[in-house]
């Protein structure tokens, strides 16, 4: 099994961040939005993303930010975005990724992890389930 490494992105994954993004939500965004989001997002103390690398191409990405809600009265984070190329699905690309970002919001105070994942993605929540999440509220949205 190829090995997993992992480490921060930075502005300089801009192109591999978009690709992976891309593949999440297989979507097209614009790249100049987009930049100058990530950039922004970097810059952001509370907020964290790790890029996952075999035989040193990126093929995975996790987003998360620490928050601190009043109505938990402690710091969480929250998985933002996690994704894995297609082709490197099974390699435990995903855990590694999920496992460090449990480690960096633990190191920071946080007592709880939460993420959201679409209707669409059993996989993913089959996935989520095996690594000890657990179905717990419903999230809803309106666009503005």
């Known amino acids: 099994m190829p090995v997993c490494e992992l480490r ?6 801009i192109h591999a961040v978009y690709a992976l993004i891309a ?3 297989q979507k097209e965004y614009n790249r100049a939005v987009f930049a100058a989001g990530f950039a922004a997002n970097l810059a952001n103390p509370t907020q964290r993303y790790q890029l996952a690398l075999v035989d040193g191409t990126v093929v995975g990405l996790i987003g998360m930010q620490l928050q601190f809600p009043l109505n938990f009265n402690n710091w969480i984070g ?6 894995v190329l297609p082709r490197n699905r099974g390699l435990s690309v995903g855990q590694a990724l999920l496992a460090w970002a449990e480690n960096e919001a633990r190191r920071s105070g946080a007592t709880m992890m939460e993420l959201s994942s679409g209707r669409a993605r059993p996989d993913a929540h089959r996935f989520y389930l095996r690594e000890g999440y657990q179905q717990s509220h419903f999230r809803f949205k309106k666009a503005l």
Do not use: F, N, S
């Open 8 to 13: 921060d992105a930075t502005l300089d994954d």
């Open 23 to 25: 593949e999440l939500k």
């Open 78 to 83: 929250e998985v933002q975005e996690l994704v």
